[in-house]
Every structure is written in structure tokens, then in C-alpha cells.
């Protein structure tokens, strides 16, 4: 009967096709690394645990959505830092709201010339034209910043000037940093072999 009822419900949203073909195929990875790790498959109560592990992967596409509404970021970059996020061990939500105050930092230094982000760009060198050729893409300019921040000891300084370009909370983006803007790209690329970066239409029929 319960398998009945789940053919039904697809049958009637089957304009969601290729977006559930995009997280089977992340929960497929999910699933051959449980089984590699030898975890003990048994613990996820069979089907009901797969079931769960799908609501879950559809409510984090639903929160995307959501966000990209609200940040005004694309959801293929959020689905970028949702992936930096959880290779850090923090939430899409941290990584969404410091490039938020990245990009208005970067408003402020390059129209206005002033900002707390201003004396981080320049302690970083980077210019005014150097943000400008980035901004046009939000993931590429916290590209930019991260191959300045990357080659800097750790310590007061470097949480300082990742603090006034990112707000309070960017220490906790800081190790996604550490490859400069080569590492967010293979984050990137991973992402969207996980089947992890979806685009607006797709998000929005899940």
C-alpha cells in the first residue's frame, strides 16, 4: 500500500523529474559512503531511514530557495556555500549572511570609499578596481579576499581583517579560506558532481 501511494505522488509531480534526479543522485553518494564506512546500514531502519535522509535533502533545497529570495544570491552559489559549509562543519545560513556583508562591504568601499571592509581591502591590497572585476560574482569575490587572507599566519590580525570584511560570525568561515580561491572552486566543482548545486526552476518545483 505505502509503495502504491509513493508511485501515485510522483506520478502527479512528475514536473519535479529532474530535480529528485539531482538528489537521488547525492543520496546515492550518501548511501556508498555509509555502506564503505561499514557503519552498519541496519541503524537507518531500512527504507524509513532513507526516506527521512530524502525529507531532509529536500528541505535543505527548500532552504535555498528560501535564502536566495532573501540574501539575493543565486542558488547555484548557495548551493556552493552550502557545500563549503558543510565540509566546515557550520550552516548555509553563516556562510550566506558573511557574503552578504562582503558584498555590502565591497558597495561601500568601491562607491562610497568608506566602510569598516575599506581599511581591510587596503591592508590586503586589493584595490578598488580589483573588486570591482570581481563583484559581478559574489563566490568569486570571497575568491579574491581568500587568496589574500590564505598565505597569513593565523592569529589576531587575520580574524581582524576577516572580521570587518565578513562580520562576527567569520571565523567559523575561515577554514573553508585556507585554499584561496582555487580551493572554493574545487569545492565548487565537488559540489556539482554531488549533484549538490541545483538552479532557481529546479529549487523551486521541489
Known amino acids: 500500500m505505502a509503495s502504491k501511494k509513493i508511485q501515485i505522488v510522483i506520478?502527479?509531480?512528475d514536473k519535479t523529474r529532474a530535480a529528485f534526479a539531482k538528489v537521488a543522485k547525492a543520496m546515492n553518494v550518501l548511501?556508498?559512503?555509509v555502506f564503505n564506512l561499514k557503519?552498519?546500514?541496519g541503524a537507518l531502519v531500512g527504507v524509513g531511514g532513507f526516506v527521512a535522509l530524502a525529507r531532509?535533502?529536500?528541505k535543505s533545497i527548500d532552504n535555498i530557495g528560501k535564502l536566495s529570495r532573501t540574501l539575493?544570491?543565486?542558488t547555484e552559489q548557495l548551493g556552493t556555500l552550502q557545500h563549503m559549509a558543510n565540509l566546515g562543519g557550520t550552516?548555509?545560513?553563516t556562510f550566506a549572511r558573511?557574503?552578504?556583508n562582503l558584498n555590502k562591504g565591497a558597495l561601500d568601499f568601491t562607491v562610497k570609499n568608506t566602510g569598516e571592509a575599506k581599511d581591510a581591502f587596503e591592508r590586503l591590497g586589493i584595490s578598488v578596481e580589483d573588486v570591482n572585476a570581481a563583484s559581478s560574482d559574489q563566490i568569486t569575490l570571497?575568491?579574491?579576499v581568500a587568496d589574500k587572507l590564505a598565505p597569513m599566519k593565523n592569529g589576531v590580525e587575520k580574524t581582524a581583517l576577516a572580521m570587518k570584511l565578513f562580520g562576527s560570525r567569520s571565523i567559523e568561515i575561515l577554514p573553508a579560506l585556507e585554499q584561496g580561491s582555487a580551493g572554493i572552486e574545487a569545492m565548487r566543482e565537488e559540489a556539482e558532481k554531488l549533484g549538490l548545486i541545483l538552479g532557481k526552476k529546479a529549487v523551486a518545483e521541489v
Open 11 to 13: 506520478g502527479a509531480k
Open 31 to 33: 548511501r556508498k559512503s
Open 39 to 41: 557503519t552498519g546500514i
Open 56 to 58: 531532509a535533502g529536500l
Open 72 to 74: 539575493g544570491l543565486t
Open 91 to 93: 550552516s548555509l545560513d
Open 98 to 100: 558573511s557574503v552578504r
Open 142 to 144: 570571497m575568491g579574491l
